[in-house]
């Protein structure tokens, strides 16, 4: 739908940027040695680790007016064991979002495509672990001017090394449809986590995307930045919370020249047995 609406960046980034420091500053400290190894855990995209990542994106200077595009993703990432040797780890993105229109005013705002991931990954995994398997896009916008609304699917890859405090490795997935040429995109992303103390950690985990069936010149963006953030308790309930900026360094002429990701995981680790 076509809405003459606005919208709210600065109070979601308020509503982040205070979340962020009430865990950061009055989460339980007691828990530290939790908290440091969860961050390295939960830096490793393919851990056996339930979680329920809410991802605000504030895309900067969008357009010829210097608009901001909002994307919250919601993405649960669900592990399960399918044989002794093989996890497989279920990855989904639901993009919520607010494109505006390029102009003074108005904008669309809506759900975009489902972004389904699914990796069969080694169950026992050294300093090195990689998965494989599956990519969907599927088709669920409400309105057309929010991307493409085919259902696409693809390979995805990912492999990473864990070295004492770094996580250091990449993912991508390439995505095509077959009823037509709507979805033709490459996704790709490098990672790399230093774990500090106490659950803090400095990181950078930039999104590569193209759309091949844009013109010559207008198929990538590629964001260069840096983040970090924290791992905390509330209560019993671990939260991860994180901020990170980017300046698209290559991009498109209609599309945002900067991001603000400003991201709160929560997280579900195994029980111990016994």
């Given at each position: 739908?076509?809405?003459?609406?606005?919208?709210?960046?600065?109070?979601?980034?308020?509503?982040?940027?205070?979340?962020?420091?009430?865990?950061?500053?009055?989460?339980?400290?007691?828990?530290?040695?939790?908290?440091?190894?969860?961050?390295?855990?939960?830096?490793?995209?393919?851990?056996?680790?339930?979680?329920?990542?809410?991802?605000?994106n504030l895309n900067f200077g969008f357009g010829d007016y210097n608009r901001t595009r909002t994307v919250v993703n919601i993405q649960p990432v669900i592990p399960f064991r399918l044989s002794s040797k093989v996890n497989?780890?279920?990855?989904?993105?639901?993009?919520?979002?607010?494109?505006?229109?390029?102009?003074?005013?108005?904008?669309?705002?809506?759900?975009?495509?489902?972004?389904?991931?699914?990796?069969?990954?080694?169950?026992?995994?050294?300093?090195?672990t990689w998965g494989i398997g599956p990519a969907f896009n599927i088709p669920s916008l409400t309105d057309d001017k929010l991307g493409a609304n085919?259902?696409?699917?693809?390979?995805?890859?990912?492999?990473?090394?864990?070295?004492?405090?770094?996580?250091?490795?990449?993912?991508?997935?390439?995505?095509?449809?077959?009823?037509?040429?709507?979805?033709?995109?490459?996704?790709?992303?490098?990672?790399?986590?230093?774990?500090i103390k106490k659950g803090w950690y400095v990181n950078t985990n930039p999104n590569i995307v193209a759309n091949f069936n844009a013109p010559d010149g207008e198929q990538w963006t590629v964001p260069f930045g840096l983040g970090g953030g924290k791992v905390t308790h509330f209560g019993s309930q671990p939260v991860k919370l994180?901020?990170?900026?980017?300046?698209?360094?290559v991009r498109p002429t209609v599309s945002a020249k900067s991001t603000l990701m400003l991201t709160m995981v929560f997280l579900f680790p195994p029980k111990p047995k016994g």
């Amino acid at each position: 739908m076509n809405r003459k609406l606005r919208t709210p960046p600065k109070r979601l980034i308020a509503i982040f940027l205070y979340i962020f420091v009430c865990y950061s500053l009055y989460g339980q400290d007691s828990k530290e040695e939790d908290a440091a190894a969860l961050a390295k855990q939960s830096a490793n995209p393919i851990a056996n680790l339930i979680s329920i990542p809410i991802q605000a994106n504030l895309n900067f200077g969008f357009g010829d007016y210097n608009r901001t595009r909002t994307v919250v993703n919601i993405q649960p990432v669900i592990p399960f064991r399918l044989s002794s040797k093989v996890n497989v780890i279920n990855r989904i993105i639901i993009p919520l979002m607010y494109l505006p229109d390029n102009a003074e005013s108005g904008g669309t705002s809506g759900i975009g495509n489902i972004n389904y991931s699914m990796f069969f990954v080694p169950s026992k995994a050294g300093k090195f672990t990689w998965g494989i398997g599956p990519a969907f896009n599927i088709p669920s916008l409400t309105d057309d001017k929010l991307g493409a609304n085919a259902f696409g699917i693809g390979p995805t890859a990912v492999g990473l090394l864990m070295l004492d405090k770094w996580v250091i490795g990449a993912t991508f997935n390439r995505l095509w449809s077959y009823n037509g040429s709507s979805v033709n995109s490459f996704f790709g992303q490098y990672f790399i986590t230093y774990n500090i103390k106490k659950g803090w950690y400095v990181n950078t985990n930039p999104n590569i995307v193209a759309n091949f069936n844009a013109p010559d010149g207008e198929q990538w963006t590629v964001p260069f930045g840096l983040g970090g953030g924290k791992v905390t308790h509330f209560g019993s309930q671990p939260v991860k919370l994180q901020a990170q900026y980017y300046y698209n360094a290559v991009r498109p002429t209609v599309s945002a020249k900067s991001t603000l990701m400003l991201t709160m995981v929560f997280l579900f680790p195994p029980k111990p047995k016994g």
